[in-house]
């Protein structure tokens, strides 16, 4: 077994990229994504993406290293001292990755909510375009904090041949 390795911005983009293709089709049964209007539905659809194709990648990186969950997308946490979560290498660990949202295209734009030192967010946000974001993931463990920058994207099979 052999492995494919892409950083934690291109899974991001990757996710951007499927909620965008879903956006055309869930809205033909009358599931609203766009900001604003998006309820639990929508939540529930991008909360899911984001857990297998974000949340899996960084985890399978990390192969039964126990570390603490990732902060759900699209949901401001009161503390965020005991999660792990994305963040940007241009605003640093006190702002942490929430949700995408739309500029010029659907899913555009990275939107980050800023911690105090206690790790519970201030009302100070960021946004900066999604293509042109760094995005790491901050791990917490009970006895470390590890930085992922590249994370599995796939398991590739290798057969006695390919060698």
Not at 25 to 32: C, E, M, P
Not at 116 to 128: A, C, L, Q, V, Y
């Amino acid at each position: 077994m052999d492995r494919k390795f892409g950083t934690v911005s291109e899974t991001v983009v990757i996710f951007s990229d499927c909620l965008r293709a879903l956006s055309r089709h869930v809205s033909k049964v009358g599931i609203d994504w766009r900001d604003g209007k998006n309820y639990d539905d929508w939540d529930h659809i991008a909360g899911a993406l984001y857990s297998t194709i974000v949340g899996n990648s960084i985890a399978y990186t990390v192969e039964g290293e126990g570390f603490k969950a990732i902060a759900p997308y699209g949901m401001l946490l009161q503390d965020y001292s005991r999660n792990s979560f994305l963040y940007s290498d241009q605003y640093g660990r006190t702002a942490v990755f929430v949700k995408l949202q739309s500029s010029e295209e659907p899913f555009d734009t990275a939107f980050f909510v800023c911690l105090d030192s206690e790790g519970r967010p201030t009302k100070e946000e960021k946004k900066s375009n999604l293509r042109e974001t760094r995005l790491l993931a901050l791990l917490r463990s009970d006895d470390e904090q590890r930085e992922i920058v590249n994370v599995i994207i796939e398991e590739i099979q290798i057969s006695n041949t390919d060698v």
